[in-house]
């Protein structure tokens, strides 16, 4: 099974739309969303393209394919448009043997981990900067921001295929990856 991550779309038409092709174009099985899915937050600007409403109907035609975790720009409110839940502020799903801990980053990030066991993948979104690396023996990942990249890093999604996850650019380039034992 492949998935594709992404995090911080922030109501921003233009940057969900490439980084649907990419989930096309990558064949990926689910799209993962780590949070702040429609609206922009108080700290940052109107993104290009700011159009939450047509966001959640682009969104909602992949809902059977979406597994959705709600950021701190997000609100109950929003799962009235979208066809998908947000769940709360994070949940696990279990991938080849591994739990992934999904969050947005706003609670729990790399200098609060929840309690995880050897192996254990954590990601989350938020700080809009990607991240691969082990800590420990804990994975850490962040697939960085497709609308909003911070610290001079790319417009970025993330591709977990087996026991590699890549975080690539809009142009699918490789921008980071980490590989798990």
């Keep these: 099974m492949k998935l594709f991550f992404v995090s911080d779309i922030h109501g921003s038409l233009h940057y969900l739309q490439k980084a649907l092709e990419n989930f096309k174009r990558e064949n990926a099985d689910y799209i993962v969303i780590l949070g702040d899915e429609l609206y922009h937050g108080a700290r940052n600007p109107l993104p290009l393209d700011y159009n939450p409403k ?9 809902a059977d394919k979406i597994i959705a975790i709600r950021g701190n720009c ?21 991938y080849e043997g591994r739990r992934l801990f999904l969050t947005h980053g706003h609670i729990y990030h790399g200098n609060n981990l929840p309690k995880l066991k050897d192996g254990d993948v954590f990601l989350y979104g938020h700080t809009h900067v990607p991240v691969a690396e082990k800590k420990g023996n804990i994975y850490i990942i962040n697939p960085g921001s497709i609308t909003f990249p911070k610290e001079n890093s ?17 142009d699918g380039n490789l921008y980071k990856e980490v590989i798990f034992d």
């Excluded at 997000?74 to 279990?94: G, K, Q, W």
């Design 54 to 62: 047509e966001v959640a109907q682009q969104l909602n035609e992949f």
């Design 154 to 170: 790319p417009n970025s999604y993330g591709i977990l295929d087996g026991n590699h996850f890549r975080i690539k650019d809009l």
């Design 74 to 94: 997000d609100s109950e409110v929003d799962e009235m448009v979208l066809d998908f839940p947000l769940m709360s502020t994070y949940s696990t799903i279990f």
